[in-house]
Every structure is written in C-alpha cells, then in structure tokens.
C-alpha cells in the first residue's frame, strides 16, 4: 500500500470513529438485506409524534432505499447509506428545511392504487386487468397523476411520489408475484 492509500484509510477510520460517536444520539432505523428492520427509540419517538405507524413508514424506507439516497416525508428527512452487505442505515432528522416537497397534492385514492403498481412495476395492461379497468382508462388516470405532480412519465411519478411521501398511510404495494 502505498502512502496515499494509507493517508486516505486513516482519514476514512477517523471518520467512522466520529460516526459512531455520533450515531449514539440518532433516529436510525437499520434495514438488512432480507427487509427486516429494527427502529431506535428516537426514531420511534419522531414517527409517533407525527401519527403514523412504524411499520408503514418503514414499508416506505424500504421502497425509498431501493430508489433514492435521501427522500422526505412531510418535515421528516431520511438519509440513506446502503452499507456493502446491502443493509441500508437511514438516520431521521426531524423539522427539515424546505426540500421542495410537493405540497397538497391531491390525487385520489384510485390515482394513488395505479401509482403504486407503477411503482412496483406493473405495465398499464397489468395494471388494467387488476383494477378491473380498460387500459385507456389507465392512461387517463396516469395523465391526470402527471398533470398534478408536474412530470410526463411513470418512472418520474414514482421517484416523485417515493420522495415526498404522498401515500405513506395506508401504504399498500401490491406484489407483482401474485397474478
């Protein structure tokens, strides 16, 4: 090794010190490579005092880390580091500064149902033989999702949606798996 590589392994073993120095006083919900979570009180002190069920809001920490490094919901920030052996450290802060966070966006519960197979990855076909709807029907509710979150296309809408947590309650992914 030579003596730059040794120079920057100190710098990053110090750094790590001072993390977990740090981590002591920290909202952190941890997510393992399996999904399964652990939450530290602080971090369950910051979610209960918004209302919002630990296992929803994790559901979401589980789809934003697949997609975002950090992502907001309403004042909470949630800032991801996806460790080597896939397990993501999300550390909360609460009463975040503006992100530019959409705000009062009000699709309804039938545009967020699509949103959410979007998300997963369902196609409009898929999408329309689940919800008992015509593709075009699909398409139109889909027009109408970009039209209020200001994007033109699904990938968009979704990061979008993830980012800004706008169908954290009653967080319900349907599973592509099941036909």
């Not at 896939?86 to 009062?104: A, F, M």
């Not at 994007?151 to 979704?158: G, K, Q, T």
Request: charged letters at 25%; hydrophobic letters at 40%; glycine letters at 4%.
């Amino acid at each position: 090794m030579n003596r730059i590589d040794t120079d920057i392994l100190v710098k990053i073993k110090r750094s790590v010190l001072t993390c977990l120095e740090q981590l002591e006083n920290e909202a952190i919900i941890l997510l393992d490579a399996e999904g399964k979570h652990w939450v530290n009180d602080l971090a369950r002190k910051i979610i209960a005092q918004r209302g919002i069920a630990v296992e929803e809001f994790t559901e979401w920490i589980k789809l934003g880390s697949s997609h975002l490094q950090d992502i907001s919901y309403h004042d909470i920030c949630v800032h991801m580091c996806r460790l080597p052996n896939k397990e993501v450290i999300s550390i909360l802060k609460p009463e975040c500064k503006d992100l530019g966070t959409i705000k009062d966006v009000n699709l309804t519960e039938k545009q967020k149902e699509i949103l959410r197979y979007v998300l997963v990855g369902f196609t409009n076909k898929e999408i329309a033989h689940r919800m008992t709807l015509s593709p075009s029907t699909i398409n139109t509710h889909l027009d109408n999702i970009y039209s209020k979150l200001g994007c033109s296309y699904r990938l968009e809408a979704s990061l979008i949606a993830l980012k800004n947590g706008l169908f954290l309650h009653s967080l319900k992914i349907p599973s592509k798996e099941k036909s």
